[in-house]
């Protein structure tokens, strides 16, 4: 499969069937803390990046996973994607599961890309920062992307969208993890008015080593700096140990027990798509069962001790 991944376990969506619009890595940022590392093409050039008849044929054939959602996102920025709305209108004729479309938000205050996503159930958008010197800080966005465009896409959007509008913030350590920093961001929350807040935090390899994560206990605090109180989705829930999700890890550990590897080897080697290996490399980084490592500027996992 080129375009389909999953299902995967979701910290917000339970089973995800993944849908991948655009090359790896296609974005319209270069986050500090992004899990798929370094943006290669930063772009706002909008293009059916990948075949539309091919999308629909290959998630067609996966519908029988029966995931809880399927969600538009991937390996970049799924609104890069120019025919996304004849994507959910295709993904609408052949199931109801429901469609979420998780974005960095950047490209909403174009009218276009707001109104071909107006027919999702659940759109995530994400607000990083609380003002334009963080925001270039932490986002590193197109030039052509400024903090107050972007920010009025976000509050667009909520009086154009009728489906659930779920805002995340993920907070890093060292730029906003800082009262402060996060009441400027509660502020202007406050004035989109999501029908959530979610805050999370770096708990992946991420693109820039100085990115870094803090504590549950610290997003805990700030989730009370928010009205209302913000939900702190940074942790691991039931979903994850699902069979069929165990058995996977298990994969991972037995390729890792061989030797270390990178998010390439471990995709590589057992087939599935960069954004699983990622979620497991994740998933058993928060255990203890494996560590991360610096090799030649490169990332590799191995066996814990």
Not at 13 to 21: A, F, P, W, Y
Not at 119 to 129: M, R, V
Not at 277 to 299: F, Q
Request: glycine share 6%.
């Amino acid at each position: 499969m080129n375009h389909i991944f999953g299902p995967v376990p979701s910290r917000r969506l339970g089973r995800s069937l993944g849908v991948d619009l655009v090359p790896f890595k296609t974005c319209t940022y270069d986050c500090i803390y992004c899990q798929l590392g370094k943006t290669t093409c930063k772009t706002m050039r909008r293009q059916e990046w990948v075949s539309l008849d091919e999308v629909l044929k290959e998630l067609k054939e996966n519908l029988a996973s029966n995931p809880d959602y399927i969600t538009l996102s991937g390996s970049g920025e799924p609104t890069l994607y120019s025919r996304i709305d004849e994507l959910i209108t295709g993904i609408r004729s052949m199931t109801d599961i429901p469609i979420a479309v998780l974005t960095n938000g950047s490209l909403l205050w174009q009218k276009e890309v707001r109104s071909q996503l107006l027919k999702a159930d659940l759109i995530i958008p994400s607000l990083d920062a609380g003002d334009k010197v963080l925001f270039e800080a932490v986002n590193r966005p197109h030039p052509e992307i400024s903090f107050e465009s972007m920010l009025d896409g976000l509050k667009s959007l909520r009086d154009e969208f009728q489906g659930q509008y779920w805002l995340e913030v993920l907070i890093t350590g060292g730029y906003t993890a800082i009262n402060s920093e996060l009441e400027k961001i509660a502020a202007l929350v406050a004035k989109i008015m999501p029908d959530r807040v979610q805050l999370n935090t770096v708990t992946r390899p991420p693109a820039e080593d100085f990115a870094m994560g803090i504590s549950r206990e610290r997003l805990e605090e700030f989730a009370g700096l928010f009205d209302p109180r913000a939900e702190v989705i940074a942790d691991f829930r039931g979903i994850h140990s699902a069979p069929d999700f165990s058995a996977a890890r298990e994969s991972v550990l037995e390729l890792l027990r061989r030797r270390p590897c990178s998010i390439d080897d471990i995709a590589n080697g057992l087939g599935i798509h960069r954004n699983e290996a990622v979620k497991y490399a994740e998933e058993l980084l928060a255990a203890k069962s494996i560590e991360r490592t610096i090799s030649n500027g490169k990332t590799f996992f191995r066996i814990n001790g």
